[in-house]
């Protein structure tokens, strides 16, 4: 029972791990303003997936690690996942019964409205672009094949 507790939390772990990997890798300019969210998706999906093992702490963690990651305003990206990890446990039940379609399109209206903090604080110094939705889109876009991956994943390692 341990091992595959250690097993599963492993693999939880490595998701996280590879959406790190996928938001350092550096981009041309003009494909960097679309970046997807990797870390707030895979974050999304295991707070789905697995609400009794993936909740606040684990988002506010990652978010503080993001934030030393990406040379931020430390608990920018806290703030963040912490309100992304709540919406989505939330509503889980609610977000699990829809289509993939339907989900992207609840993932790219979760990830604008936890990005509200940041636009504010951006249109308060001025240097509000709205460039920063783009992301959101990207992410709605490829939240089809993040989930059946992830979905493979903990089927295949039997993560409940």
Known sequence: MTLHRYQSGFAIALSFFVAFILTIIPLPTWASVARPEWVAMVLIYWCI???QRIGIGVAWGIGIFYDVLSDTLLGQHALFFILLAYIS???YRQIRIYHLWQQSIIIALMLTLCRLPELLFLHTTGEL???????SV???LLWYWLYIILRDIRRSYNIS
Not at 129 to 135: D, E
């Open 49 to 51: 997936a697995i609400p």
């Open 89 to 91: 446990i939330f509503f």
């Open 129 to 135: 672009h709205l460039t920063v939705l783009w992301s």
């Open 138 to 140: 990207s992410s709605a």
